[in-house]
């Protein structure tokens, strides 16, 4: 007989940014290594359709999965903890699910019903949540996280279904609620009066929790787990601690430690045999623990925070440490560097990349950088517009044309090396409306790219309306910037590389996207060595 699937909830209280996401990719990770079948999904209470056309200061990186879905940051987390492939059913917004119900209400699927939140909104929430429909194989767990704060007026539908999906899966449905447990300092005193309101809210919604996790940068005593357990009608050992860490890597080891995965179990009433898989984890943490060098890479880009360019800094972390080195990672505004300062800016950089993103604020820094870099023979890598940028540095300082320039900066220019995408021509709406998800790329033999990825065609990930224009291929190629990476297909160019320099490649794709813990990015491996060495 089947086993059938069981469904973890992932919600959070107090405050935000409490790190639902790595508690809920690190849960994935445990049950992995006992050998479940597992995905995660994360629903966000905002009424865009999907994170693509959010600033990132709104809201960080848009991570996009395979099958071309923009969505939220912390998928690149569930990705990289687990190796999973998300698609477009692991990411839902209150948007898509309002769309969905009123465009069926247009077409009178309804048949002239009054719509409600109640049990029409919350109804399709409870389909998504089940993944009904999406046509994938069994799976033992659906991890599904819910963004924002208990309370928000926003997540109240995710909570009703919540609620109402606990009543009818019975034991195969667990809570697992993070809150915060702050440090007073002028009392000297941790507080859980925090928790036990976040709690009450949690159980005025008809949710009681299984199990808590307690966010806290201090260590809290048994004497303290157990106050916590009696005031919220939790187990025990169902009351874990998720202390800051040196790394986020560490989380789902201290999760282990502290029984976690074992409570889940127990609650779902599924077997607890033996210990988890960790071996290759606990070999990645060892080689965390004993890099001994130190390599600075600079970020030349026009978002100052770490969020916006969260899969980059994550994938020169693991390859900087699969190289024996602590990468340091330092911002380098765009929008300041100027031709005077631009020695001063990058001075002490092993490598620059140079970053992804749209418009022409601080896109002239960036060229300053790639020229720079070019002619100091600085390790370089331009993902995305960064590696725009470095054609168009390129076309100016070798070809000539001091004009050159991107259709998307510059609509007059009269050397555009970087053109509009032919299909993007007539688009007119923005949201989901890019190049984007994986398509092949075919390698020349015998570059860089080619001898970093060690196979002569690899799928990559895209975001992007604009494309390196192939009228100035041949002359970029006699004059030293290669065309080594071409889509089989549309003959698009996918990377360029300079390959009498140490290490100067771009790629219009996103290899962030596919980097994880356990399989860093060939690209990042690369640069990184080349980086140190």
Not at 50 to 72: A, I, K, R
Not at 83 to 110: A, F, L, P, Q, W
Not at 274 to 280: F, I, K, L, N, T
Not at 379 to 399: H, K, N, S, W, Y
Request: hydrophobic share 35%; with cysteine; aromatic share 8%.
């Amino acid at each position: 007989m089947e086993r059938q699937t069981n469904y973890i909830f992932i919600t959070g209280g107090v405050v935000s940014s409490l790190g639902k996401g790595i508690i809920s990719a690190s849960i994935g990770n445990l049950l992995q290594a006992r050998g479940y079948k597992v995905t995660i999904q994360k629903f966000d209470p905002y009424i865009n359709i999907d994170p693509g056309t959010l600033n990132p200061y709104e809201h960080g990186e848009c991570y996009v999965t395979m099958d071309g879905m923009e969505t939220d940051l912390d998928l690149g987390h569930y990705e990289r903890f687990t190796g999973i492939h998300t698609t477009r059913n692991n990411s839902v917004t209150t948007g898509r699910i309002y769309k969905t119900v009123i465009d069926r209400e247009r077409r009178g699927d309804y048949l002239g019903k009054t719509i409600q939140v109640v049990p029409h909104i919350t109804d399709e929430i409870k389909h998504r949540m089940l993944r009904e429909d999406t046509g994938e194989e069994h799976l033992d767990f659906v991890i599904t996280e819910v963004g924002g704060t208990i309370g928000d007026i926003e997540s109240a539908p995710f909570m009703e279904a919540i609620r109402q999906l606990r009543w009818q899966l019975g034991r195969r449905a667990v809570n697992v609620h993070l809150t915060y447990v702050p440090y007073l300092k002028a009392a000297e005193e941790m507080k859980t009066k925090p928790t036990q309101h976040s709690v009450k809210e949690l159980q005025s919604m008809g949710v009681q929790p299984d199990i808590l996790v307690l966010r806290t940068e201090r260590h809290l005593d048994d004497a303290m787990r157990m106050k916590v357990a009696s005031f919220c009608n939790v187990d025990l050992d169902c009351v874990i601690l998720s202390e800051d860490m040196p790394s986020i890597y560490e989380v789902p080891v201290s999760m282990l430690h502290q029984g976690l995965d074992t409570a889940i179990l127990r609650k779902t009433g599924m077997p607890v045999d033996g210990a988890p898989a960790m071996q290759s984890w606990q070999d990645f943490l060892d080689k965390l623990h004993s890099a001994t060098r130190e390599v600075c890479i600079g970020l030349v880009g026009k978002y100052d925070l770490q969020d916006a360019y969260k899969s980059i800094r994550e994938s020169l972390t693991l390859a900087g440490i699969y190289n024996d080195a602590k990468v340091q990672l330092r911002f380098i505004n765009s929008e300041q560097i100027t031709r005077e300062n631009v020695s001063d800016r990058l001075a002490g950089m092993d490598g620059i990349v140079i970053c992804p993103g749209f418009g022409q604020r601080g896109t002239e820094g960036k060229i300053l950088a790639a020229e720079y870099t070019r002619t100091h023979d600085i390790p370089t890598f331009g993902i995305c517009l960064g590696m725009q940028m470095m054609v168009i540095e390129f076309a100016r300082d070798v070809l000539g044309y001091e004009d050159a320039n991107s259709r998307e900066m510059d609509e007059q220019t009269p050397h555009n090396v970087i053109d509009l995408m032919e299909e993007q021509k007539t688009v007119t709406q923005k949201g989901g409306t890019m190049r984007l998800g994986a398509y092949p790329c075919e390698l020349r033999s015998g570059s860089r790219a080619a001898e970093a990825y060690g196979e002569s065609c690899v799928i990559e990930r895209h975001r992007h309306r604009y494309e390196f224009n192939n009228v100035y291929k041949e002359e970029f190629e006699q004059k030293g910037m290669q065309c080594v990476g071409v889509n089989p297909q549309a003959s698009l160019v996918e990377i360029v590389e300079v390959s009498s320099h140490r290490w100067y490649i771009g790629t219009q794709f996103h290899p962030e996207y596919v980097s994880t813990v356990l399989h860093p990015h060939p690209l990042f491996m690369s640069f990184c060595k080349a980086c140190i060495h």
